[in-house]
């Protein structure tokens, strides 16, 4: 018998093409998935060395950054910069004979919601793009991570990675969720738990009953923000659930192939006994909402309590650091959280913006109205997701309410694109970095879960979701 296994070990044993005595090895990549941000040096350099892309139908182009989410996208792009990186992508995708996604195509979106939509992530996999939150696709039991230009170049040519195996740990959320609780919750939850460098170094699988009664999309949101607690990859078992959401995917195998593939995505999960160098585990009956403070992930707190007293900690760089993230956000300690006003509302992101995440918002505020105050708007992921909530009548929701109705793409989850906050805005909002000029120059970011998010703009306030009527 063979020594047990976790699923992270499993996946790289079945795609380490060769090993180097110093444990560097060179790991075959599935799928590829590719943006306007990080590929365009890649693209250039494979033109210099007159090299082609090895397996272009691995690979996947998708403009997402960039797009601006209000204009008819038939009248073009109209800022400069941004229009210059998406033209470069269609114009590379079309001379290396890779499949675009273009701004006018209605499978077009984020790439984190645009992989997983077309039934391209599939589980057992590895899976990279040139972007953080690849990890991702790490709900469906894939080996998922980002990598850095020089590495998309490499894919691009070889459709190898050079990488050293992580450490394995565990993150395991025991029992049932609360209601109004959500997977955003416990993902912010255990990143203030670790700390955003409680990961590093390791590739995080998360178990427990918690995790398993999430949804496909509740998980993406946990996978999503793995790297934010610096792991390099988040990883959940493929199940019966996983299987439903693929089955009907436009490039899910069919047919006899879909039955070989589901008796093989069926072992992958960690074999009983199987070591793993870390181990924590969360309770999610006491989880609560949460709303995060500061200019990391980690500085989250319960939507009933208040903002906390760096004076507090012991360390000292961690309170010089805690002190300027209090004033970047203009709070002082002691602040309730439910006596926080904000003034924007951003729902979407690869985090939050798949159709379950807009249902849920859409309860919320359905039949009230934004505060007069707030300033509010709902980016959905993906063409597919904005087509799905318009046919469900989700769209006429928000608009009723006083939200924008926008076009698909990363939108105000990153100061990219045209959707931006003003200094000194504070800003609820579903995506999942609050670092200081995240979503514009001196903008105030409080990472939430999409019901939270859509209660703030109602109430021009953080509230607490549980009391919602
Ligand atoms: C622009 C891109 C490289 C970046 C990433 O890697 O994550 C972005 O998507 C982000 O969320 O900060
Ligand atoms: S939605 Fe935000 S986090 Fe996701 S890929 Fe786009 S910019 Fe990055």
Not at 224 to 235: C, D, F, P, S, V
């Amino acid at each position: 018998m063979s020594a047990p296994r976790t699923l992270y070990d499993k996946i790289w044993d079945d795609h380490v093409v060769s090993e180097d005595e110093n444990g560097t090895c060179l790991l075959y990549i599935d799928r590829h998935l590719v943006h306007e941000v990080t590929s365009p040096q890649a693209f250039e350099g494979l033109r210099m060395a007159g090299r082609k892309v090895r397996a272009p139908e691995k690979t996947l182009a998708v403009v997402d950054h960039n797009v601006p989410t209000t204009a008819d996208r038939h009248e073009g792009i109209k800022n400069e910069e941004s229009r210059i990186q998406v033209e470069a992508l269609a114009q590379n995708a079309k001379d290396f004979g890779v499949e675009y996604y273009s701004e006018k195509d209605i499978r077009q979106g984020i790439v984190h919601i645009v992989g997983p939509e077309q039934g391209f992530t599939l589980p057992g996999m590895t899976i990279v793009c040139g972007d953080s939150h690849t990890s991702t696709h790490g709900a469906f039991g894939a080996l998922a991570h980002g990598i850095g230009t020089s590495e998309v170049e490499h894919v691009l040519a070889t459709q190898t990675l050079v990488q050293k195996k992580a450490k394995n740990m565990l993150v395991r959320v025991d029992g049932q969720l609360p209601p109004g609780v959500t997977a955003k919750d416990i993902i912010l939850a255990i990143i203030g738990e670790i700390g955003t460098a409680g990961g590093t170094g390791h590739v995080i699988e998360f178990a427990g009953e918690a995790i398993r009664s999430l949804s496909m999309e509740g998980r993406m949101t946990v996978c999503n923000m793995t790297i934010e607690g610096g792991a390099r990859a988040g990883l959940i078992a493929p199940d019966e659930t996983t299987f439903e959401y693929i089955k009907d995917k436009p490039r899910a195998p069919k047919g006899k192939a879909w039955d070989m593939a589901l008796d093989y995505w069926k072992t992958l999960k960690t074999d009983e006994g199987a070591h793993f160098d870390k181990v924590v585990v969360l309770d999610a009956a006491n989880l609560p909402p949460i709303v995060s403070w500061g200019s990391s992930p980690e500085d989250v707190v319960s939507v009933q309590g208040a903002v906390p007293n760096p004076d507090d900690i012991q360390d000292e760089t961690k309170r010089a650091s805690k002190w300027r993230a209090l004033e970047y956000m203009g709070l002082k300690p002691g602040t309730r959280m439910t006596d926080i006003a904000v003034d924007r509302v951003f729902i979407g992101s690869c985090t939050n913006g798949r159709i379950e995440d807009l249902r849920a918002a859409a309860k919320v505020v359905e039949g009230k109205k934004v505060a007069s105050t707030v300033s509010a708007m709902i980016v959905p992921g993906s063409g597919i997701v904005k087509e799905q909530a318009e046919a469900e009548g989700l769209d006429k929701i928000f608009k009723e309410a006083g939200f924008e109705w926008r076009e698909p793409g990363c939108s105000m989850c990153l100061a990219m694109n045209d959707d931006r906050l003003k200094p000194g805005e504070r800003c609820a909002s579903t995506s999942n970095r609050n670092f200081e000029g995240r979503q514009g120059y001196k903008g105030r970011t409080h990472l939430v879960s999409p019901t939270m998010a859509a209660a703030a703009a109602v109430a021009g306030h953080f509230v607490d979701i549980r009391d919602w009527k």
